[in-house]
């Protein structure tokens, strides 16, 4: 006789899910959900989400049952790179409300049990930071201009920039400006859009005030910090050509003159002592695009940062042998550094991943098409459960739980990513996963807000909407909860440093952890494996027979043998 098993069926009661024991390092094998606040939810209605709407829907989070929220950067900014461009590290921007507000939030997320990571942009400000428009009005040989990378210009007038440097959006990395008197005089280098100065990390004063700013977060009780472009704050002496005018397709796969200098690590043990003043096991998380796993794990020793995210795992198809070499390079280049895996599928910066798998391998992380919209849910689903599988911490993108895939026809007139407005850069599609999210079936913005929503949402937001799917069986959401319940009841899952790969057919995954098992079907076709035990979670629906087991395509599924 089979037995057939159906996704999302959820392995423990509410009752018995309120009485998991909070965990040790928490941040070690934690699952923190990523908050894109212009997108998450309006208190105001003005059309853009802010801090009142995420305070509202905690309880949502708590529910989902994650361990911490980050919240992309909030801080007083003109808004040229969504935020990214801090005027002022110590004030919310009016849009999203003030510091009461966060005050309140973060209290709030803590009466829930959610720790709170906030952003913290330390490569750039804005041009707008008052440092830097101080540095234009006194011209050259402002005090000012040594805390940012201000020179003269090549070429018999200075009319070329001073080296070959590319922007990450396109365009040279330096823009000229006009001095006081009216002339065109120095450049300064910006790696991303020219509202962006890049600091200069070699002047004692960024370092002073920098450590002032997570002293001012700490104390009103953030939980720790994400690093926004954490590889990026030191550069070589000297600043050198790179001598290639196609830079960005260099970027993750060699050391760059302006990514990845080993002179940041001395910066990051710095801010280690400051966090470790502080008590409630804070962390710090490194955004750290580098070209292999191995250099991912010096931001992660001991005496600097906690977790760096796993970008070269993000970067995978969903192909059971890339997927193996990332997973086995992974664990191999933390273990000796003593620090987790981080894990993450899809964020505030790349197509989510239920487009991107609905899409043929090799386009990259920005893609316009939206594919096969069903194989590509259905391969999110089983990616999700193999990634909450593994051993350390994972990140979820606001979202992702509901199945949206990325919006990929958004008319250009209301496009905003900066990237998409320059020549020569990012492909500039960012704006389609930043898409507000739907909460309600019906209205206006589907539950974002009174007063509709920043980017316009597509017509079927409704039917993956919170209220679509709480509560159905087989769900997205209810598939992300069940997991998330799954991880706080089985100590074998997120914990540790290793798997026990086990044999199986050509294209699937399955691995063993204490009372565990995993198996991630990446084939288009059935495949027959032993049935290691009880059916613990499935993403897909799974027959059972004679001590063996069906599993569908693009499918993933947990066994315990408790």
């Not at 040229?80 to 966060?102: E, I, K, S």
């Not at 995978?316 to 894990?343: C, K, N, Q």
């Not at 994972?394 to 992702?400: I, P």
Request: proline share 7%; aromatic share 10%.
């Amino acid at each position: 006789m089979s037995k057939q098993h159906f996704p999302a069926e959820s392995p423990l009661s509410e009752a018995a899910a309120a009485t998991v024991a909070p965990r040790r390092d928490w941040w070690r094998d934690a699952v923190i959900y990523q908050v894109y606040p212009r997108s998450f939810a309006d208190g105001d209605g003005d059309g853009m989400g802010d801090l009142e709407g995420v305070r509202s829907r905690l309880p949502y989070l708590r529910d989902l049952g994650v361990d911490a929220v980050w919240l992309s950067p909030f801080y007083a900014s003109p808004q040229a790179d969504a935020g990214y461009d801090v005027a002022d590290y110590r004030a919310v921007d009016p849009m999203f409300g003030n510091l009461l507000d966060a005050d309140a939030m973060i209290r709030d997320a803590h009466a829930l049990g959610l720790k709170v990571i906030v952003d913290i942009v330390p490569n750039h400000s804005s041009d707008q930071h008052e440092w830097f428009k101080r540095a234009l009005v006194e011209g050259p040989g402002s005090a000012l201009r040594d805390r940012y990378h201000f020179r003269p210009g090549k070429g018999a007038n200075g009319e070329l920039p001073p080296n070959d440097w590319e922007s990450i959006f396109g365009g040279p990395a330096w823009t000229r400006v006009t001095e006081p008197d009216g002339t065109p005089g120095e450049w300064y280098l910006h790696l991303f859009a020219p509202e962006q100065p890049d600091f200069d990390w070699d002047h004692p004063a960024v370092g002073d005030e920098f450590r002032s700013i997570l002293r001012f977060w700490l104390d009103m009780g953030v939980d720790g910090f994400r690093i926004d472009v954490a590889h990026g704050l030191v550069k070589a002496e000297g600043l050198p050509d790179l001598g290639t005018h196609d830079q960005l397709k260099l970027l993750g796969n060699d050391v760059m003159p302006f990514f990845d200098q080993d002179g940041v690590h001395a910066i990051y043990r710095q801010w280690r002592h400051i966090l470790d003043e502080y008590p409630g096991d804070r962390i710090f998380v490194a955004e750290a695009w580098t070209p292999t796993v191995e250099r991912t794990a010096n931001y992660v020793r001991p005496d600097e940062l906690h977790q760096a995210f796993n970008f070269q795992y993000l970067s995978t198809a969903w192909d059971a042998d890339e997927l193996r070499e990332v997973i086995d390079r992974t664990l191999e280049s933390m273990r000796p550094v003593g620090a987790p895996a981080t894990w993450v599928l899809s964020n505030h910066d790349v197509t989510r991943h239920a487009t991107r798998f609905a899409n043929p391998p090799g386009l990259g992380t920005q893609i316009r098409s939206a594919g096969d919209r069903d194989l590509g849910l259905r391969r999110a689903r089983a990616a999700t459960l193999l990634m909450l599988a593994l051993p350390g911490s994972a990140y979820v993108y606001q979202g992702e739980e509901l199945g949206l895939p990325d919006v990929v026809d958004l008319p250009d007139e209301v496009r905003q990513d900066p990237a998409y407005f320059r020549g020569e850069g990012q492909d500039g599609f960012r704006d389609g996963c930043r898409v507000p999210i739907p909460w309600t079936r019906e209205g206006s913005s589907y539950g974002f807000g009174d007063g509709g929503s920043w980017l316009p949402q597509p017509a079927h937001w409704g039917r993956l909407s919170v209220a679509a799917q709480q509560g159905v069986p087989g769900s997205t959401l209810e598939l992300y909860r069940a997991a998330l319940a799954a991880r706080r009841a089985h100590p074998d899952l997120g914990a540790g440093d290793a798997v026990e790969w086990l044999r199986a057919p050509e294209g699937v995954l399955a691995f063993r952890r204490g009372e565990f098992v995993c198996v991630a079907n990446t084939t288009g076709e059935s495949v027959t494996t032993p049935a290691y035990g009880r059916v613990l979670l499935t993403s897909g629906e799974v027959t059972e027979a004679d001590g063996e087991a069906k599993v569908p395509s693009d499918t993933t599924v947990w066994w315990t043998t408790a």
